[in-house]
């Protein structure tokens, strides 16, 4: 299938599944090769499910973990407007080494809140892994440890990106037909 139609918008391959593949075999050789102790990775809900599945499966670090989170927003009791906090970590992360596996980092804010509530938890280190990127529009200071794909400032969906909730279930990358 080279374009699909989700919500009335047509996309067409850009990344395929072949692709995705190589990319993401290269950064868990790359995440196994810094010689990390004891690494707890940090999938990013809901969009990094498919990619946290896949590299999952090779990386090779002893006695690695993998939990799940949550960014939500709510509105604070005093004046203070919009509170995020990370749902679904469970167990106690001081001192761990935290690998955050994330499926694109747009403009950065996402990330800079997910980092700024790991440290609340006193953890020993954080480093940051995405499959995708785009550089034009980061906006943050925080070092990106390991990129899949830097890609321009187009709007993609499939393998666990939606596109208002659905397309997450596409094997390839899409992105909006010009
Ligand atoms: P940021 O906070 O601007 O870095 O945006 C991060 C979040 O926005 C990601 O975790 C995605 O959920 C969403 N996002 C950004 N760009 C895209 C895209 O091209 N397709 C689908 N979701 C995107
Ligand atoms: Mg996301």
């Given at each position: 299938m080279k374009t699909v139609i989700l919500h009335n918008k047509t996309f067409e391959v850009f990344i395929p599944e072949t692709e995705i593949s190589v990319i993401v075999?290269?950064?868990?050789?790359?995440?196994?090769?810094?010689?990390?102790?004891?690494?707890?990775?940090?999938?990013?809900?809901?969009?990094?499910?498919?990619?946290?599945?896949?590299?999952?499966?090779?990386?090779?670090?002893?006695?690695?973990?993998?939990?799940?989170?949550?960014?939500?927003?709510?509105?604070?009791?005093?004046?203070?407007?919009?509170?995020?906090?990370?749902?679904?970590?469970?167990?106690?992360?001081?001192?761990?080494?935290?690998?955050?596996?994330?499926?694109?980092?747009?403009?950065?804010?996402?990330?800079?809140?997910?980092?700024?509530?790991l440290e609340k938890e006193e953890v020993a280190d954080i480093k940051v892994a995405t499959l995708l990127y785009k550089a034009e529009a980061y906006q943050k200071e925080i070092e990106i440890d390991f990129i899949g794909k830097s890609i321009a400032n187009d709007f993609v969906v499939g393998y666990g990106l939606d596109y208002n909730e659905i397309g997450r279930n596409l094997p390839h990358i899409y992105k909006l037909k010009e």
């Open positions: 075999h290269s950064m868990a050789n790359a995440i196994n090769n810094t010689g990390m102790k004891d690494p707890l990775f940090i999938a990013v809900l809901n969009g990094s499910f498919l990619f946290a599945a896949d590299i999952m499966r090779k990386i090779n670090i002893p006695n690695c973990e993998i939990s799940f989170i949550k960014l939500s927003s709510y509105i604070g009791t005093k004046s203070t407007g919009e509170v995020n906090e990370l749902i679904g970590l469970r167990q106690d992360i001081r001192n761990r080494n935290v690998v955050i596996l994330e499926d694109i980092i747009d403009t950065g804010i996402t990330l800079e809140k997910i980092i700024s509530l």
